[in-house]
């Protein structure tokens, strides 16, 4: 009997892989990317930051090539370019080359985008190894970096070169300033769900997720633990049962049970 669930085992645990490809190809793609992390990480300052921009730089080639592939034909419907020693206003020839350089084929839109990613995940690489941290500063500076090389391979702005490079830079770096913060905000937890870890924790562990809502209505928080009564519970409608389940998980676990137990 034993031989034969063993087999089973043996024979089933191919199979129940070959079912999840796509789960399998996750695992492997993540364990590849972690290892590359680790490895990069252990490299010096020069040789990480040169591995980071271009494999962001790859990225980025990616990403434009296709968008270029998809604004092919919008390019199609530009007019050609004025000829040399044409008198053409200074306003419409910044228009045309603003067109041109977001409309481009796909080598031109890689090429723009492989540049802005490239240069962008650069500074971000060596900003984090200097400050030792990620913050809105480094994105800011990072985005900066990237707009002013933008503008410089993309030609897109005005005649004033300096003047349209400093606005590219200041634009990009707004953007991404502006979404770090907003990302920051909602990646936070609530207040309220910080105070209530533990609890939510043990409350899961116990099958008892569904009654959250009662701690939270009766702010039984993760500091009032060690000092639930069954009179505590009973006054925001927990049932008898689990009541019992929770008094006793809190009785038996020593860590709950640091800074008191009343009954």
Known sequence: MVERKQEELAVGAPKGLMQNPITELQMKYKEIENGFKVWVGRQSLPVEAAVVAASGAAQGAAIGGFMGMLTNDVAA?????????????????????????????PLIQARNFAVMTGVNAGISCVMKRLRGKEDVQTSMVAAFGSGVMFSLVSGMGGPNQAANVITSGVFFALVQGGLFKVGERFSKPPVEDMLYSKTRVMLSNLGLE????????GLLNDTTLPLLTDSALRDVSIPPGPRLIILDHVQRNKEVKKGGWRT
Not at 210 to 217: Q, T
């Open 77 to 105: 419907t530009f007019p050609a370019a004025p000829p040399p020693g044409a008198t053409v206003n200074l306003r419409t020839m910044a228009s045309f080359q603003q067109a041109q350089a977001l409309s481009g084929g």
């Open 210 to 217: 569904n009654y959250e809502k009662n701690f939270k209505k």
